[in-house]
């Protein structure tokens, strides 16, 4: 009997982890198909900055961070070649939050497969989001395998294919291009806001960004932002505090053991 209970118990277990991986494909294929639409937008706003086609699609190559590109990118074409260290100082900037998310993901990885350090140039917003939003290691490795690689393949083309039609697009805001990414991001993070805390952390967050934005370079309210999560996760602020035991509580929790025991 033990065994056949057993038995069954593993094969939900597999059974669950499955449909897990399952789900996390289908998120994972969702976040790029909306993120690489986005990739059409860089390309025809990099060449109407200023950068010409090659120049374009090398930054996708290599810099293949969205935000620090399109800072980058908005930064040369307000200021000019002057305004490069700007524009270099605001892409690391927002740079800087993918070494958080490598720090977050380092433990899905197994150790000494030399995974990490291939998953490094992947390790971006939306591969970071569709990994943790999972729960088994196996779905959280594929969520973030697809999700990553996806990403770079489906950006570097439309980014080619913006640049190539450039100003035939026109602005690339008229056809929503530009919350494409966003939007997906959110469908990501709103399932795992159910918690009181989480919703004070994103809520706070954002109004700090909000607030921040037209009086900061990019990339510094995304930081500042990021604050707030780290302050509020170290003070456990919001959380639910656990019930104090009463002697009343502590007596009839002694009577169960007891009943049970006996």
Known sequence: ???????????EDEGDSAGE???????????????????????????????????????????????SQFAF????????????PAAIASALLLGVRNVAYGMRLSPIFPRGTGQRALA?????????????AQTRPRARLIGFWITGVGIFVGWNLTTLLGALLGDVLGDPKTYGLDAAAAAAFLALLWP????????????????????????????????????????????NWFAPRPAASTPDSDLRESDAVQKGSS
């Open 73 to 84: 990118v908005g930064v040369i074409g307000a200021g000019g070649l002057a305004a490069a």
């Open 21 to 67: 991986v399952r789900a996390a494909r289908r998120e994972a294929l969702g976040v790029v198909l909306a993120t690489s639409a986005y990739g059409i937008s860089f390309g025809a706003l990099a060449v109407a900055s200023g950068f010409d086609i090659w120049q374009t699609c090398v930054l996708s190559l290599l810099m293949f961070t969205g935000g």
């Open 1 to 11: 009997m033990r065994l056949e209970k057993r038995t069954a118990a593993v094969e």
């Open 192 to 235: 795992r806001l159910r918690k009181r805390q989480a919703i004070a952390v994103g809520i706070a967050a954002a109004v700090v960004a909000t607030a921040l934005t037209p009086v900061l370079i990019p990339g510094l309210p995304v930081l500042v932002a990021a604050l707030v999560a780290i302050v509020v996760g170290w003070f």
């Open 120 to 132: 490094a140039p992947f390790t971006i917003d939306e591969s970071t989001a569709v990994a943790l």
